[in-house]
């Protein structure tokens, strides 16, 4: 049974900086592209960045470019997300969520396999 488990979620002041994780168990993560989403309350889910399994690629949304980065580290079934400069609108309930293929242009419309339960970010001074 393949699970994705958040962590590292948080308070932090406007400017600072967090790094959450996502622990995938009951599979082999090489296999799957891993995105992170946030939904903020009364707010649509919003895809951050993903990425890929084949060859580690990376996208990310326009409203973290340059402040976020996402990473993965295979041996550990592990993915990171290191938030740098973050506001107040950063805060949002954040979710990583697993995908078989790849990490194109497309991955906002991908039926995503597994999901985490959240992590709380909240910013604010």
Request: charged share 20%; with cysteine.
């Amino acid at each position: 049974q393949v699970q994705l488990v958040e962590s590292g979620g948080g308070l932090v002041q406007p400017g600072g900086s967090l790094k959450i994780s996502c622990e995938v168990s009951g599979t082999t993560l090489d296999y799957y592209s891993i995105a992170w989403f946030r939904q903020a309350p009364g707010k649509e889910r919003e895809g951050i960045s993903i990425i890929s399994s084949q060859d580690g690629s990376t996208r990310y949304a326009d409203s973290v470019q340059g402040r976020f980065t996402i990473s993965r580290d295979n041996a550990k079934n592990m993915v990171y997300l290191k938030m740098n400069s973050l506001k107040p609108e950063d805060t949002a309930v954040y979710y990583c969520a697993a995908d078989l293929g790849g990490a194109g242009p497309g991955w906002l419309g991908y039926e995503f396999d597994y999901w985490g339960q959240g992590t709380q970010v909240t910013v604010s001074s």
